[in-house]
């Protein structure tokens, strides 16, 4: 079975009409527009078919955005990975791009200096989102309006039918944790915040919590349910029974009250209506529970969710099942490398690349006995012009060949029992010009500064994202997206709250695992990405030093491409890492590689040799 669909699946043409129909909508509300954002209840990356709201109405299919369409004009916002997509699968005489970053709704709305009268679905807007929202709107007279039915669903008329898919149970031989310990640490957090109760709304904080998987989402083993855990009793979660398997329906009775999710709004209102303080997380939560809790007399106290952290800060269970996993993935990779370079410019495409590349990654995990259960998210697979769109994804009609003269960039990764996979690498279609190699050492100059940085306790991702960039920034260049984010284990390939950008406010802590992968974007011409995942490892005093310094354990194992490295832009000391990284991945990669892929590895990780 192949996870990974390359049909087309947005047509700019069908935006017209259907924001025509959205606006009849607006007319008989008597609203000037609705937001209409990338987004479901439970606020994740990836949403089921039911709620991909966005991309049927703009045919935009990015992860992350929201539309503003007013009476006479629609506005898309997104950030800096999907500027160039967003222009390509949109009607430009529909919508107009708008950035998500720089000025996103809530301050695009506070720029313009009229009333407006806008709806929203507070099932699918962020308490902090919504506040925001309705704080702009008012400055200039105007309101936000919550609307009892979402707009979208009542133009779409084959909307999908919510997902019922299976639910298992993640072993504690992978979890590291029973859940019973987990929910009962959870219920200690609610009791110190002096909430009555949490509701968890993100399925990842619940699949963690209760050491359970599902296949409700593409790429990410979510089952989508919510959960009331209280400071004192037993735990409520709402899930549909459909979903669970006897033996999974079995496990969880014993950890929790099993209630139907239709009786959320009721039973959260009865909670509430008793007086009790419920714990919401303002940046995760929809703004429908805080009016669902305050309508019924119940009081709201501001708080993170208190699974977020501890989810992601692995445990050794969970770093040994993070290892293992790249272990496999490196094989799968070195033999797709090594497949790639035995085919001539020209002979294959975008697609006959991700699709080899599945196929291996399933031969590999079948051999190590630990079966591929998913792509972590749908390879980016992008050759020529098409690379410099950081989240390109190929399908039929933007297929191309990759070509004599050009790069080729494939971000992809592995969804395993006992990790998630994630790895970008760039490589030349025949001989890389000078402008190329420049630019990928460039990068590479930046992955390797977060490989080796070291770092007190209390840095952020922010106080050393610049690390990946300066070498980029002192040639005038940069790229439009962060550096590095959090990763699952066995969940999210994009986890919270640790990530490395500008915006990245989350203390490092051991355990953590990110992304490392600066880049380098030419439009129309290329694009470079060199990635590969850290944990963050225990402070340790260095040797003549007086204070314990964190730093990063990389888990990618790979060969960087040689072909493209300028080695008179390089240090010392970065020679010396990479020759060091490519004897580690040849060490570990090598015993399980054979044939073609074997000689290619001892290849790729030849040493460059460095001085002194």
């Not at 040639?475 to 984010?485: A, F, L, N, S, V």
């Amino acid at each position: 079975m192949m996870f990974q669909s390359f049909e087309v699946s947005s047509n700019p043409a069908t935006g017209a009409p259907r924001v025509a129909k959205l606006r009849a909508e607006l007319e008989g509300l008597k609203l000037d527009g609705f937001l209409v954002p990338r987004a479901d209840e439970h606020q994740g990356e990836y949403v089921p078919a039911r709620a991909q709201r966005l991309a049927w109405l703009t045919g935009f299919t990015g992860s992350a955005g929201v539309v503003l369409v007013l009476k006479n004009k629609a506005h898309l916002f997104v950030d800096g990975r999907y500027t160039l997509q967003a222009a390509d699968q949109t009607d430009p005489s529909v919508f107009t791009i708008e950035s998500l970053i720089d000025t996103p709704p809530a301050v695009w709305l506070r720029s313009i200096e009229r009333p407006l009268t806008i709806g929203f679905d507070p099932w699918l807007h962020t308490i902090s989102e919504t506040k925001a929202l309705r704080e702009a709107l008012e400055k200039n007279g105007g309101s936000l309006v919550a609307v009892k039915d979402n707009l979208v669903d009542l133009i779409w008329d084959d909307q999908p039918a919510p997902p019922l898919e299976a639910v298992t149970i993640q072993p504690e031989k992978y979890a590291g944790k029973l859940a019973k310990v987990k929910l009962q640490e959870l219920a200690d957090a609610v009791g110190k915040a002096k909430a009555d109760a949490t509701i968890l709304t993100d399925p990842s904080s619940i699949a963690w919590a209760f050491n359970i998987r599902g296949n409700d989402v593409s790429n990410t083993p979510l089952p989508l349910a919510f959960a009331l855990i209280p400071a004192n009793g037993e735990p409520l979660l709402f899930i549909d029974k459909r979903k669970l398997p006897m033996e999974t329906e079995a496990y969880l009775t014993q950890l929790a009250t099993l209630r139907a999710p239709s009786t959320l709004d009721n039973d959260v209102a009865d909670f509430a209506a008793q007086g009790h303080t419920v714990m919401l997380d303002p940046a995760l939560a929809a703004e429908k529970l805080r009016l669902i809790i305050e309508k019924a007399g119940g009081k709201i106290v501001e708080g993170l969710d208190p699974a977020r952290l501890p989810r992601a800060i692995k445990n050794k269970t969970e770093l040994e099942g993070a290892r293992k996993s790249h272990e496999r993935d490196g094989v799968a990779m070195v033999s797709f490398l090594s497949w790639i370079d035995h085919q001539a410019p020209g002979t294959i495409d975008e697609i006959d690349a991700a699709t080899k590349l599945e196929e291996t990654r399933h031969e590999i995990a079948q051999g190590f006995q630990m079966p591929l259960e998913n792509l972590s998210f749908d390879s980016i697979s992008g050759a020529g012009p098409n690379g410099a769109f950081a989240h390109y994804r190929v399908n039929t009609e933007s297929n191309r060949k990759l070509q004599d003269g050009e790069l080729y960039l494939i971000d992809s990764g592995g969804q395993y029992r006992d990790g998630t996979t994630d790895i970008t690498r760039t490589l030349p279609v025949g001989t890389p010009t000078a402008d190329m190699k420049k630019k990928f050492t460039l990068v590479l100059k930046g992955m390797i500064a977060i490989s080796t940085a070291r770092f007190p306790k209390g840095t952020r991702g922010m106080d050393i994202d610049v690390l990946a960039r300066i070498a980029l920034w002192k040639q005038g260049y940069d790229y439009g997206h962060g550096t590095g984010h959090g990763v699952g284990s066995f969940l999210s390939v994009h986890e919270g709250p640790q990530n490395i950008s500008k915006r990245g406010t989350q203390e490092l802590l051991p355990g953590m695992i990110l992304s490392n992968e600066p880049g380098y974007y030419k439009p129309g011409g290329y694009g470079i990405r060199t990635e590969n995942l850290l944990i963050v490892t225990e402070p340790q005093v260095p040797e003549g030093g007086d204070l314990p310094m964190m730093g990063f354990e990389t888990i990618t194992l790979c060969p960087i491409d040689k072909r493209l490295i300028d080695t008179s832009l390089l240090v010392r000391e970065e020679l010396v890492w990479l020759d060091a990284y490519h004897a580690k991945v040849r060490e570990k990669l090598l015993p399980h590689t054979s044939g073609e892929a074997r000689e290619w590895l001892v290849n790729a990780t030849e040493p460059f040799g460095h001085e002194g």
